[in-house]
């Protein structure tokens, strides 16, 4: 391809024209919801081990960098997905949330809703677009998360569309996030996270100030599709939808890797009728991506523990709905034995209905024979939605876990879900950097 010689807008013009179309009021309600649980996400990712140290790196606690621009969105980009509880898109298979969502808040001003969509749409089009290829070997967050966070930035910055396409170009241009370090017990991931908001933010700088980008990054003989997503459909990128993407975008109820969610659905299906009897045996049967990224029989971290489906099911069963603490390191002990009771298998109807649908069964075994209960799509997924109620009290869960104080966690509540109805921005960065100053906290 030469593209010298093509006609047209490219993929990345045609993807910002299609940005350009109203908000109904209903997805901005969707918007501030999405901001929302960032917040309760990110508020007690900082106080725990990794979220202190990331801290000690970044200069403090992250909602200090609210609307202050710079690299703020950096400092707050990793701490929403510490917990394993960010929001998900299935298809494109990432988390827009905690890349967009700091992007949006690090900016002293703007429509905060109206570039929070965009961010989550530019993302969530280009991660359904990669194929499974490049899921095989990169992760969508970060690789994907660039061109959301420029699009958002861009947003914010009130930059034409050329501006916004060359921002698309720098930022896709730096695309990264090798999937080893999931196999290893390290923290990258997360950066992955910070490191995709402040590409975006850089780029939509650079942008800003007269620095073109590529136009043609997307389809371009030496573009992303070439170089990181062979098997990907670019059209996809570009093609009519009926609805903003955000309102396929689900939130996570538990603290725990999505992939273990449908699991954790099921197990709490079954918990009522076991009648406090101990399994003999625990049988997961799952698709195989969640086979693949989540089962450790013996979860050592609470990182690692995150991502068991065994010590999932085994939280479930034992405790009922999982909260943060049965996660954490002094409690894996307690769950030992069920686990060593599971079973972890693919199932191929399953693996064929996913991404599509996250689904799991699970079967325990006791004296009085075995019982079985299927998740065809996990809580929070919108064929089977967390409703506005749930993710308030989620958030509210967490804010109590990083220990702020309840009249001071409600503002913020509140000056969030007021975005909708034209609550200012600016009272949300008072109430964060009210926050931020506190004395530091450590989780419970």
Same mark, same amino acid.
């Given at each position: ?9 490219s ?10 179309r109203?908000?109904a #009021?209903?997805?901005?309600e969707q918007a501030a ?6 917040l309760g996400?990110?508020?007690a990712?900082?106080v725990?081990?990794?979220?202190q140290?990331?801290?000690r790196v970044?200069g403090g606690?992250?909602?200090a960098?609210?609307g202050r621009?710079g690299?703020a969105a950096a400092a707050?980009?990793?701490f929403?997905s ?6 998900v898109?299935?298809a ?8 967009v969502v700091p992007v949006?808040?690090? +900016?002293? *001003?703007g429509d905060?809703l109206?570039?929070l969509?965009a961010?989550?749409?530019?993302m969530?089009?280009?991660? /359904? ?5 490049h ?5 969508n967050?970060a690789?994907c998360?660039g061109?959301g ?5 861009? /947003?914010?910055?009130?930059l034409?569309? #050329?501006a916004?396409?060359s921002a698309?170009g720098?930022?896709? *241009?730096? *695309?990264?996030g ?11 991931k ?7 908001a ?8 650079y942008?800003a ?6 136009r043609?990054?997307?389809?371009g003989?030496q573009g992303f ?10 059209g ?10 955000i309102?396929e975008v ?6 725990a ?5 449908p699991?954790?659905d ?6 009522a009728?076991?009648?406090? /009897?101990?399994p ?5 049967r ?5 086979v693949?990224f ?29 909260a943060l603490?049965?996660f954490?390191?002094?409690?894996l #002990?307690?769950?030992a ?9 693919? =199932?191929?109807?399953l693996t064929?209905?996913y991404p ?8 325990v075994?006791?004296?009085?024979g ?7 799509d996990a809580?929070g997924d919108?064929?089977n939605p967390m &409703?506005r109620a749930a993710?308030?009290a989620k958030?509210?869960g967490?804010? =109590?876990w990083a220990r702020?104080?309840a009249?001071l966690?409600?503002?913020?509540s509140?000056? +969030?879900?007021?975005l909708?109805?034209?609550g200012?921005? *600016?009272?949300l960065h &008072?109430?964060?950097?009210r926050?931020a100053?506190?004395p530091p906290?450590?989780?419970?």
């Amino acid at each position: 391809m030469n593209v010298s010689q093509v006609e047209g807008p490219s993929a990345s013009e045609r993807l910002v024209a299609a940005l350009d179309r109203p908000l109904a #009021p209903a997805t901005r309600e969707q918007a501030a919801l999405h901001l929302l649980d960032w917040l309760g996400c990110a508020l007690a990712g900082a106080v725990g081990e990794t979220g202190q140290a990331i801290a000690r790196v970044v200069g403090g606690h992250p909602f200090a960098g609210a609307g202050r621009g710079g690299e703020a969105a950096a400092a707050m980009g990793g701490f929403g997905s510490l917990l394993e509880m960010d929001d998900v898109h299935r298809a494109a298979l990432l988390h827009p949330g905690p890349v967009v969502v700091p992007v949006v808040l690090a +900016a002293p *001003s703007g429509d905060a809703l109206g570039a929070l969509v965009a961010g989550y749409e530019a993302m969530i089009r280009l991660g /359904r677009s990669v194929g499974p290829g490049h899921y095989a070997r990169f992760h969508n967050t970060a690789t994907c998360g660039g061109i959301g966070a420029a699009v958002a930035a861009a /947003r914010m910055a009130g930059l034409d569309g #050329p501006a916004t396409v060359s921002a698309i170009g720098h930022a896709v *241009s730096l *695309s990264g996030g090798l999937w080893q370090c999931r196999n290893e017990p390290v923290a990258t991931k997360h950066l992955h996270v910070a490191e995709a908001a402040r590409r975006g933010v850089a780029a939509a700088r650079y942008a800003a100030a007269g620095l073109a980008g590529p136009r043609f990054i997307l389809e371009g003989p030496q573009g992303f599709f070439a170089g990181l997503a062979p098997d990907g459909d670019v059209g996809r990128v570009t093609a009519p939808g009926a609805d903003w993407l955000i309102h396929e975008v689900s939130f996570k109820p538990w603290p725990a890797c999505r992939h273990a969610h449908p699991v954790i659905d099921a197990a709490l299906m079954l918990r009522a009728g076991l009648g406090g /009897r101990r399994p003999r045996a625990v049988r997961v049967r799952t698709y195989a991506d969640a086979v693949l990224f989540c089962d450790r029989a013996e979860p050592r971290t609470p990182a690692e523990a995150r991502f068991s489906l065994q010590h999932a099911v085994a939280v479930a069963l034992q405790d009922g709905p999982p909260a943060l603490e049965a996660f954490e390191e002094a409690a894996l #002990p307690a769950y030992a034995g069920i686990r060593a009771r599971v079973i972890v298998e693919a =199932d191929p109807g399953l693996t064929a209905a996913y991404p599509a649908h996250f689904g799991a069964e699970v079967t325990v075994e006791t004296e009085g024979g075995p019982q079985s209960a299927r998740a065809t799509d996990a809580w929070g997924d919108p064929e089977n939605p967390m &409703d506005r109620a749930a993710v308030l009290a989620k958030y509210e869960g967490l804010a =109590d876990w990083a220990r702020v104080p309840a009249p001071l966690a409600r503002a913020l509540s509140e000056a +969030a879900l007021a975005l909708p109805g034209g609550g200012a921005l *600016s009272d949300l960065h &008072d109430l964060m950097h009210r926050i931020a100053a506190l004395p530091p906290r450590e989780a419970p």
